[in-house]
């Protein structure tokens, strides 16, 4: 006997929000905006705040270059109501809770009703389909399960879109080949340095990663480049394509990129409206093609309403392509807090990443560490040379890196070239920068 099953054939069209024009989803936005601030105004005594100090009222929005009136949402916010203050509805309707790592501070909190995940799981979701993962394909999930937005937030759009999840999660790296290698997967989500750590693990297993089920993998969760991209298509004989998000504006699934145009992540402007201001003066809205610090208001959030939250990433909007009505945002080079002040030259490890993947006989396996000897601040750069690479080579390539980056970045730095496997791998976001200067 056959069992009849709702998941076979599933239809899968588009969202009708995916292929609205720009015109329908202004209009969309500019409802929603005005609703979002009238209920975070009334619900939030933090928005109420400072909406009172800065003279400003929810009814102020007539069209939505209004917004700019409004006063930001920085994390510290977040950290001063800690753990629910920022939240707008009673605690038995929050279904879920997730938390940000805390490195910096205080760990920020957010929440979701049950509309806010299964918003967030059609939002991933549309990432995903945009990414060229399909229904019916096994999905093998390493990011983070836990408080960690990536692991249940991918989960979630990995099952909306009709896959089967394969919840691995991050870390146990042989564990992670082992069953690479015998669930088949079709596609893969994880940050891009862990799979460039689990592909590493692979060859040096003898295993071929371009040999395995694997055609596509949705990375993000940390800022990575083209050549980056170039690096695991080759490794793996595979699409990779980024996805971004935050977890103060949701969580993985704010922005997907198409594997048909590679060209960026659209942002899914019928949920956020994104901005681009000028990071080192708040006051100054960019206009689109600009480079800035994007800022987000969730249009729809019940839980915790977010508007004009300063992410401190920078990039830039640029026209849908994909998805027409549906900006998108530049890759971005890198978190302004993560800027790196060198004798008065601004640096991002992006852009080492960038260069290094240039110079034959260089790994993309790099840390960048700041000491202040004497009064100057130095950079070194430790960066593993390929397994190919012979030591002659290698002096070579620490001579071409810290040229490469003389002429592209302005500053000059000390290479020092180690041997394969040397330094520390990440299972999910990778830490780069170790600032030596206070210790
Ligand atoms: O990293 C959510 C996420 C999970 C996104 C899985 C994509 C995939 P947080 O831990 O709150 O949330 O960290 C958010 O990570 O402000 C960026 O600085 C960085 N980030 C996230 N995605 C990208 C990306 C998740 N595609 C912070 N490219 C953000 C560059 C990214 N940076």
Known sequence: MTHPSTRIELPNPLDPEETMSR?????????????????????VPLYKEKYDAAGVHPTDLKELSDLSKFPFTEKEDLRKTYPFGMFAVPQHE????????????RATVVGYTQTDLDDWAKLGARCLRLSGVKPGWKVHNAYGYGLFTGGLGAHAAAERLGTTVIPMSGGQTEKQITLIQDFQPDAILCTPTYLLTIGDAMQRQGIDPRKTSLKTAVLGAEPWTEEMRHELEVMFDIDACDIYGLS???GPGVAGES?????????????????IID???????????????????????????????????LSRLLPGTAREGHRRMGRITG???????????????????????KVPGLSP???????????????????ERREDCTSDRATVAAGELAKLIKIHVGSS??????????????????????DMRNK
């Open 365 to 383: 396996h790099f840390q960048l560490e700041i000491t202040r000897p004497g009064r100057m601040d130095q950079l070194a750069v430790r960066i």
């Open 413 to 434: 730095c000390e290479i020092d070239v180690v041997d394969p496997g040397t330094l520390a791998r990440s299972s999910g976001k990778l830490r780069r920068i170790y």
């Open 248 to 250: 103060e504006v949701m």
């Open 94 to 105: 929050v279904a879920r809770i997730h938390a940000s790592s805390g490195t910096t501070g």
């Open 259 to 275: 594997s048909e145009t590679k060209d960026g992540c659209h942002i899914w402007e019928d949920h956020f409206r994104p901005e």
């Open 335 to 357: 978190r302004s807090d993560d800027m790196i002040i060198l004798r008065g030259v601004n640096l991002f490890p992006s852009q080492i990443e960038e260069l290094a993947l």
């Open 23 to 43: 015109d329908q989803i202004e209009s969309i936005q500019l409802t929603r905006l005005q609703d979002t601030l009238a209920y975070a105004y009334d619900r």
């Open 279 to 313: 990071a080192f003066d708040e006051t100054k809205t960019l206009s689109d093609g600009e480079h800035g610090e994007l800022v987000f208001t969730a249009l729809t959030k019940q839980a915790l309403p977010i508007i004009r939250y300063r992410t401190h990433d």
